[in-house]
């Protein structure tokens, strides 16, 4: 067998750059989530459901990929280990596959921009995802101490919040700023291509730079022993094998609908502050701040009270605080208890509610993150292979709902409320704005609830995660001769385990 993950406290430069990589996931998903619906719906002039559908197709397609690259990265063997290869391969194309998305081709039909934006999306994902999950998978990896872990993955939300927090106010204060010509900064259709410019290369020197500032850990990470390469057949009953497990399949579920409310909430903020709380260009990057200020706070906080409370109790706490406090704003509005539009009140109001509504649901995205990565033993009991690129295929996916499963139902919403195109701020009827609310509102507490209820029943707690490790243990000093036999009770798959037959 290969040597366990390690029990040690990790570095905080180990941490640091880490977690560095995922400025690149913050930046893509920044831009996918608050700009991209809004710049192809505005300013190219596409539909918003037809925009959506673009997206949730890339989405679809994406979901069918990141198991695959998980699968093949758990497996690989090189001289930089399972996870650095990909990791440095996939810096240059995802640049330029992003920027890419802000120079659509002039004078093209709308079926024809449909599929050059469905094509070129698909391509930003699948390079992202040949970085991220190589890169999560490190997560499992790196320790397998069960708090720990919660604090490797407070790093990894921490930066990609920085990136998105970066990417904002570069966007806002520098390429969409408000001209005499477009006096809605956001509006600006010259921006867009120097936002995907610099976006593009913050995206290349974060990955490049978490790729070599973690490659001193190779030698002390898992390789996979050395074996014939499979059939298909053989990685897809493998992959089927991890996967069909309940615990897993509580966590995605749960995990989708949250991060489906994040995205949600990300897609129609620019609607909100522009059209809902008329803000002017100015008071744009403001907004931006409360998530930043929302991940410092969550990055410590996180870890602590799971210490204490446990990661289930203290995930079901953030998703039903965050599912009240994102839609309390827009509640009071609409029943009239709330700061006029123009109030010297109403920015400070709104970005105090974001600052705690962000952290709560930064806290869930950890909390997410960190349970996918107590799975990794938990399957290698089961199965006999580690599987963290497999795993955390699905971390990566969730993440990816958050733009691509909420852009898709803000198209809807938008299209449902019948909201128009091409509107100034204080133009559109108050009607429209008002169902625009009353849907969010029904929309993102549908979706909390889910949530919630779903993650309830999950089972893998820390004493269960010990008597893993211990049985683990166990078996690492027994003789290698029978197959482990495939269980979801960790105290009951204690068989010793030959080499897998992977692929």
């Known amino acids: 067998m290969a040597k366990a993950a390690t029990t040690l406290q990790l570095s905080r430069r180990t941490k640091f750059v880490y977690g560095l990589g995922t400025v690149a996931f913050g930046v893509k998903d920044t831009a996918f989530s608050a700009f991209l619906l809004l710049y192809y719906n505005q300013i190219v002039g596409m539909p918003a459901d037809m925009v959506g559908a673009a997206i949730m197709i890339a989405l679809v397609i994406d979901a069918l990929a990141d198991p695959v690259i998980g699968q093949v990265s758990d497996h690989w063997r090189s001289r930089w280990g399972r996870r650095h290869p990909f990791m440095y391969a996939a810096a240059l194309p995802a640049s330029i596959s992003f920027l890419m998305l802000w120079l659509p081709p002039a004078g093209w039909s709308q079926a024809a921009l449909f599929a050059y934006l469905v094509t070129v999306i698909i391509l930003v994902r699948t390079f992202i995802t040949l970085y991220e999950i190589p890169s999560a998978a490190l997560a499992a990896e790196l320790t397998s101490?069960?708090?720990?872990?919660?604090?490797?993955?407070?790093?990894?939300?921490?930066?990609?919040?920085?990136?998105?927090?970066?990417?904002?106010?570069?966007?806002?204060?520098?390429f969409l700023r408000p001209t005499p010509e477009f006096p809605v900064g956001q509006l600006n259709p010259d921006g867009y291509p120097g936002f995907g410019a610099a976006a593009a290369v913050m995206i290349f020197v974060s990955i490049l730079a978490s790729a070599a500032g973690t490659h001193s850990q190779i030698p002390h990470l898992r390789a996979p022993p050395a074996q014939r390469p499979g059939s298909l057949a053989i990685m897809a009953r493998e992959m089927v094998s991890t996967l069909a497990d309940r615990a897993f399949l509580i966590i995605l579920l749960a995990a989708l609908f949250a991060a489906a409310a994040s995205g949600v909430a990300g897609s129609l903020a620019l609607y909100f502050a522009t059209y809902f709380w008329t803000l002017p260009s100015s008071q744009l990057p403001l907004l931006v701040l409360p998530w930043l200020g929302g991940a410092l706070l969550a990055a410590p906080a996180t870890p602590w009270i799971s210490r204490r409370c446990g990661k289930k109790a203290t995930l079901v706490m953030m998703l039903c605080g965050g599912g009240v406090l994102v839609v309390a704003p827009i509640a009071l509005r609409l029943i009239g208890f709330f700061p006029d539009?123009?109030?010297?009140?109403?920015?400070?109001?709104?970005m105090g509610d974001r600052l705690i509504s962000a952290a709560l649901q930064i806290g869930c995205l950890i909390l997410v993150g960190s349970m996918v990565a107590d799975l990794s033993e938990q399957a290698e009991l089961r199965t006999g292979r580690r599987s963290e690129g497999l795993l955390m295929a699905a971390f990566s996916l969730v993440m990816k709902a958050v733009s691509g499963i909420g852009v898709f139902v803000s198209g809807a919403i938008l299209t449902v409320v019948d909201f128009p195109a091409?509107?100034?701020?204080?133009?559109?009827?108050?009607?429209?704005?008002h169902d625009l609310g009353l849907a969010f509102i029904l929309v993102q507490a549908a979706i909390y609830a889910a949530a919630a209820i779903i993650i309830s029943r999950h089972r893998v707690d820390r004493s269960a995660h010990e008597r893993t490790l211990a049985a683990?243990?166990?078996?690492?000093?027994?003789p290698a001769t029978e197959s482990p036999i495939e269980t979801n009770d960790p105290t009951k798959a204690e068989q010793p385990m030959t080499k897998s037959r992977a692929f």
């Open 145 to 174: 101490d069960y708090d720990e872990r919660t604090t490797i993955l407070s790093y990894r939300l921490l930066m990609a919040l920085i990136g998105g927090a970066a990417a904002s106010m570069m966007a806002y204060g520098i």
């Open 341 to 350: 539009n123009g109030s010297p009140f109403l920015l400070p109001v709104l």
């Open 422 to 433: 091409d509107r100034t701020p204080g133009s559109v009827a108050p009607g429209v704005l």
């Open 472 to 478: 683990l243990s166990k078996r690492t000093a027994a």
